[in-house]
Nanobody, 122 residues
Framework: QVQLVESGGGLVQPGESLRLSCVVSGNILSITTFTWYRQAPKKEREWVAKFTSGVTPNYSGSVQGRFTISRDNAKNTAYLQMNSLKPEDTAIYYC????????????????WGQGTLVTVSS
């Protein structure tokens, strides 16, 4: 099975930074795309940042210039560096990974984690 775990959330003050991690484990051949989403209280889940292999990462307008998505393919890991955090960034952050299994058939996978809570408050 392929599993995904996010970590790195916490409570910070406005203007501070956090780095989230997204680690994928299991029988993995390759990971094509990492995507970060978030869901604020009483709001729908929204897309934050996406990094597809060989493609320039892209960001939602609300985080452009403040957040940076990166990936370490050797570690099957993605990161979300969040700078200049604002109270409106408070949410549960979820990572999604899509790729292919190393199972002889190269079957695709699409996995989510349980999320990590980011709270920005003074």
């Amino acid at each position: 099975q392929v599993q995904l775990v996010e970590s790195g959330g916490g409570l910070v003050q406005p203007g501070e930074s956090l780095r989230l991690s997204c680690v994928v484990s299991g029988n993995i051949l390759s990971i094509t795309t990492f995507t970060w989403y978030r869901q604020a209280p009483k709001k729908e889940r929204e897309w934050v940042a996406k990094f597809t292999s060989g493609v320039t990462p892209n960001y939602s307008g609300s985080v452009q210039g403040r957040f940076t998505i990166s990936r370490d393919n050797a570690k099957n890991t993605a990161y979300l560096q969040m700078n200049s955090l604002k109270p409106e960034d408070t949410a549960i952050y979820y990572c999604n990974a899509q790729g292919f299994r190393r199972d002889g058939t190269f079957s695709p996978f699409d996995v989510w984690g349980q999320g990590t809570l980011v709270t920005v408050s003074s």
